[in-house]
């Protein structure tokens, strides 16, 4: 007798946020491998039609819905969307985030009402309502990306390691009172991935060294290296996990 692979996603739907481009299209790339259909998101909707393209080429189920993530009215609008029209939404990937680099003390204001906005309350924004539905089919997951900053602060991206902290402790908290309703909600942590959004980092030779040398694996992780952690906190192979934060960083945080 054969049974069917607790990570297979086959008839369950993601939506992933922040989508069209880096980490995040990386993870929905890879639970479309994994069977799911998925629908990206973004608010550049000329971006998010390139990506869905790409995905459709290469033969996966996906969708497209463009909006943003801290109107609580476009998501909303955009969640009914997606329920009434294109199906449930069994799995959230809340990816969707921003970074501003700063001293401080001239950090400003506008940019840390933003962070947050972008990083914390969008999370709020779409959870709530995708749990809603989750809550009354008696099931569903969800994954929130966190950061090595969820635990740890660096120079010049205090409001950034902030707004990460909230968002691990949110998933906690999201676990604690979804749990009871058959919900599943895991956080996952990268360390230092290759991206569009750090490629001035990677050719900063200092940084990149630092970054190497830190790293017990000694090098930069790679987009599609994040796909099997959340293809896992997506499956059934991860039933009784919850409220866990998941380190997807060479092993950076085992070492001192």
């Known amino acids: 007798m054969t049974t069917a692979s607790p990570f297979d996603l086959s008839g369950k739907r993601a939506l992933v946020t922040g989508s069209s481009r880096g980490l995040g299209r990386a993870m929905a790339r890879a639970l479309a491998q994994a069977g799911a259909q998925v629908v990206l998101n973004a608010r550049d909707a000329v971006a998010l039609g390139a990506a869905a393209a790409d995905m459709a080429a290469e033969g996966y189920a996906v969708s497209a819905v463009a909006f943003d993530v801290t109107s609580r009215d476009s998501v909303n609008d955009a969640v009914a969307h997606i329920e009434d029209e294109i199906g449930p939404i069994d799995i959230l990937v ?8 700063s001293a401080l ?4 204001p506008e940019k840390f009402d933003q962070l947050i906005e972008t990083n914390v309350t969008s999370i709020f924004n779409v959870s709530q309502p995708v749990a809603r539905h989750m809550i009354s089919r008696g099931r569903g997951k969800i994954v929130n990306i966190c950061s090595l900053m969820s635990s740890f602060a660096r120079s010049s991206i205090a409001p950034y390691a902030a707004s990460k902290a909230a968002v691990a402790n949110l998933t906690r908290g999201m676990a604690v009172d979804w749990a009871r309703h058959g919900l599943n909600v895991n956080g996952i942590a990268p360390g230092y991935f290759v991206t569009e959004l750090n490629e001035a980092l990677v050719k900063d030779e200092k940084f990149n060294a630092w970054v190497e040398a830190r ?13 099997g952690s959340v293809v896992f906190l997506s499956s059934d192979a991860s039933r009784f996990v919850n ?14």
């Open 94 to 101: 809340n990816n969707a985030g921003m970074q501003f680099r």
């Open 105 to 108: 003390e001239a950090f400003p």
């Open 243 to 256: 409220g866990h934060i998941l380190y997807v960083d060479g092993a950076l945080t085992a070492t001192v």
């Open 215 to 227: 790293t017990p694996m000694g090098r930069w992780a790679q987009p599609e290296e994040l796909g």
